[in-house]
């Protein structure tokens, strides 16, 4: 059993918390920058400009916290609006400044404000972004007012430390939380089994055993039911009794998300093989579903046109963002005559349940079949995002 689960609420809930918290801590920056820009406005030779740097400063503060508190304007193009001011605020600083105020503190125009964006970067794209980020501000930090001083090359240590610890933090509390939530998940699903095995086998089982005991004795139609409904218990009471339950790996767990090569193994019975490759293969789930009803349709009409006894082959295969999906069986076949006198004579299933599906998926579909010799579909679908 394959359960995919998001916990909304929880997961989004720690992300607003960690990028309400790095908003907080760039307004803590941004006011100990405007704290010490004010201290030395009076002797920078260029104090207009640096008070229009602080006003940038102010400005981009508050846009940055109103983008990164939504996760659709977390984009590359507001990180990288957020390094290249901050990285231009730092080079501005010899010039701004001047060499004399620069050299006594190390400090830039920027101050430490400097180390929001890369901690922002770290956060959002992980510890390495936030290293490579902090470590180019503190190489532009440190070619200002270059020195052997503790000061100057510690601070440009801290610019690459911070941000990259930032970022190892930020991911495995993901990871803590994702793991806790696919042990919530398996508990759920556990449960749900459970509480279906008993509905199952209060009301389905029974009635499955019933007809496949009692449908010898209606004749040559009731026979076919009786061993169809014996192959459908056998499926049902291996699916019940089956007690392991899948989450999808990963940073959190997603509803939108189907496992393929789960989903085309329920079809397994003793007259369907099912082949897929090891591993999981997402899509999204309305294509996945879209998918299912098609092998489901395509099988349907095995065991209606071909016999109960009829055995059926399922073959997935991934080329690039394509799925390939095969599916024959020993059949009686068809020529092309008969499927078009079908399809004139409105028997649809053909037509729209597997051509029509495929289609609407982007996708492409090809019949193989003859009078006795079976029939081959072969579907090109895109997975999608």
């Not at 902090?134 to 610019?159: E, H, I, T, Y």
């Not at 009731?222 to 192959?231: C, D, P, S, T």
Request: proline letters at 3%; one cysteine or more; a neutral charge.
């Amino acid at each position: 059993m394959t359960l995919r689960a998001r916990s909304t609420g929880n997961d989004l809930d720690l992300l607003r918390t960690i990028y309400q918290a790095a908003g907080l801590g760039r307004t803590a920056l941004l006011v100990h920058m405007l704290v010490v820009n004010a201290l030395r406005v009076a002797d920078a030779p260029h104090p207009a400009l640096l008070g229009l740097a602080c006003l940038v400063m102010v400005a981009w503060s508050v846009v940055a916290f109103r983008c990164n508190q939504r996760p659709e304007r977390r984009t590359w193009l507001v990180m990288g609006a957020d390094l290249g001011i901050t990285l231009v605020m730092v080079l501005s600083s010899r010039y701004v400044l001047g060499p004399v105020l620069l050299d006594e503190s190390y400090l830039g125009v920027a101050v430490y404000w400097m180390l929001a964006a890369p901690a922002v970067l770290a956060i959002w794209r992980g510890s390495l972004a936030g290293l490579v980020a902090g470590g180019a501000l503190g190489l532009a930090q440190f070619v200002q007012a270059p020195a052997l001083a503790p000061r100057a090359w510690s601070d440009m240590l801290f610019m690459i430390a911070i941000p990259y610890f930032v970022g190892l933090g930020v991911t495995g509390l993901s990871r803590t939380v994702a793991e806790r939530n696919r042990s919530f998940a398996t508990a759920v699903a556990l449960e749900e089994r459970e509480r279906l095995n008993r509905i199952v086998h209060d009301g389905v089982l029974q009635v499955l055993a019933m007809v496949a005991r009692e449908g010898n004795e209606l004749g040559p139609r009731g026979k076919m039911l009786a061993v169809l409904a014996r192959k459908q218990e056998d499926q049902l009471r291996v699916t019940l009794q089956d007690k392991h339950v899948e989450v999808s790996r990963g940073g959190f767990l997603d509803a939108g998300m189907t496992d393929v090569t789960t989903m085309l193994e329920k079809h397994q019975s003793t007259t369907v093989t099912v082949s897929t490759m090891a591993g999981q293969v997402n899509m999204p789930t309305a294509r996945a579903n879209e998918l299912d009803s098609v092998i489901t349709e395509v099988l349907s009409n095995v065991f209606k046109h071909a016999g109960v006894d009829a055995r059926a082959w399922i073959l997935l295969e991934q080329e690039a963002d394509q799925l390939i999906i095969t599916a024959r069986d020993d059949g009686v076949g068809m020529s092309r005559q008969q499927l078009e006198e079908a399809a004139d004579a409105g028997r649809l299933g053909v037509k729209q349940s597997i051509v029509g599906r495929i289609i609407d998926l982007g996708g492409t579909s090809t019949l193989h079949s003859a009078p006795g010799e079976g029939t081959e579909w072969e579907f090109r679908v895109p997975i999608g995002t």
